[in-house]
């Protein structure tokens, strides 16, 4: 490095405020004090960013409001099928793929799109729009959203009235969630560099999906165990003890009830198949009081006519709860395959414990809170009668 060079940089580093003394007082001698006065400053300016945000969301209405709004216009698009679409350009749109990630991995069906691949061909894509930053790309984009589509952007306005990508865009379908740094990031480090910016749009996504997972799931911790049993996350979570039969039904209460997707007298083929497809387990119900299983919808599929009513088919496919077997949550998986087995080897017992039997989990209460399809304990080849 020239000595020229090297007085630039060192004229970079003015502008950061002086560590006290006393704090760098325990280093290590042969540390640069330089360095790590230069991470303190990164690090307490992060925090400033992080606090500031908290207390905007914590005092600000508007920004309350606006969050709300947020989470149920994707609560809307997930119950219809429908995906988030997060969009973003340079960091802004790292932090877009990684709040894409966290969303797929808590079963809340999302994509990235660049813009700029948005405009060759990519706007087919169907759901609220995400953007992060502001750029010209995501500005172009926007103008060909339709505009009934709610855009919730991520950016450092305060005002839906002062952000550009809202220009010529209906308010009542535009959400902002503000993410405003304390000061810029050339004044803070004297480098434009993305840093506290992202901080804040990374904090604020992550804020998004928690809250928006915590509004569709009874329990967000068993959706992000089924989504992701790989890597030392999924060994930390994994149980370490038998597996219970509570570990492996499905909440009735998460189980969605099958609705019409037009304005007529009732349900067809094709809404459970949809209602299916939205379902994290791929579990329906087409009354309360009834369930119909993944491998029962499975088959649906194959039957030629879908706009046949689904109410002339329930009685072959459904299950109503009085024909659910009922095991208690808490007894083992092995428990439960075990019983199974003894019970099958009398013909009484093979009359009722079949393939496609619904075995109904037991809570505390004595009520049936969760279903397994049998074939979910014992082997399909098990079940041959």
């Not at 994509?111 to 729009?129: K, N, Q, R, S, W």
């Not at 007298?265 to 791929?282: F, N, P, V, W, Y």
């Amino acid at each position: 490095m020239s000595l020229s060079t090297h007085a630039k940089t060192q004229q970079s580093f003015v502008r950061l405020p002086p560590t006290p003394p006393d704090l760098l007082d325990g280093l290590d001698k042969n540390v640069d004090s330089e360095n790590i006065q230069v991470a303190l400053h990164v690090l307490s300016v992060e925090r400033d960013t992080l606090s500031n945000l908290h207390d905007l969301y914590l005092s600000d209405r508007v920004a309350q409001r606006s969050f709300n709004l947020a989470v149920n216009a994707i609560n809307r698009s997930w119950s219809r099928g429908g995906r988030v679409i997060v969009t973003g350009v340079g960091k802004s749109g790292k932090i877009g793929k990684k709040f894409v990630a966290t969303l797929n991995s808590l079963a809340i069906r999302s994509a990235f799109l660049h813009p700029t691949e948005a405009m060759h061909g990519d706007l087919g894509m169907v759901g609220p729009i995400v953007a992060l930053g502001r750029t010209s790309e995501i500005q172009s984009m926007l103008q060909h959203i339709p505009p009934d589509l709610p855009v919730i952007a991520v950016t450092s306005y305060k005002t839906l009235a002062s952000c550009p990508l809202f220009v010529q865009r209906p308010l009542d379908n535009c959400i902002l969630l503000p993410a405003p740094i304390p000061c810029s990031e050339m004044e803070a480090f004297g480098v434009p560099a993305p840093t506290s910016s992202t901080t804040a749009a990374l904090a604020l996504t992550d804020a998004l999906t928690l809250a928006v997972a915590r509004r569709l799931h009874s329990d967000p911790k068993r959706m992000f165990l089924l989504h992701h049993p790989g890597g030392a996350i999924g060994a930390r979570m994994a149980p370490t003890g038998p597996q219970l039969m509570a570990d492996i039904s499905i909440k009735v209460q998460d189980v969605p009830i099958v609705t019409p997707r037009l304005a007529q007298e009732g349900a067809d083929i094709q809404d459970a198949i949809l209602t299916a497809a939205r379902s994290a387990s791929g579990w329906v119900r087409p009354s309360p009081e009834t369930v119909i299983s993944p491998r029962q919808i499975q088959r649906l599929g194959y039957r030629a006519n879908l706009s046949q009513p689904l109410s002339l088919i329930a009685p072959e496919i459904a299950v109503e709860e009085a024909d659910w077997i009922s095991i208690e949550a808490a007894n083992s998986v092995q428990e439960a395959r075990d019983w199974i087995r003894r019970m099958r080897q009398s013909s009484r017992g093979k009359t009722f414990l079949k393939r496609g039997t619904i075995i109904g989990t037991v809570d505390a209460q004595r009520c049936k809170s969760g279903v397994v399809e049998i074939e979910s304990i014992l082997s399909e080849e098990e079940l041959v009668d």
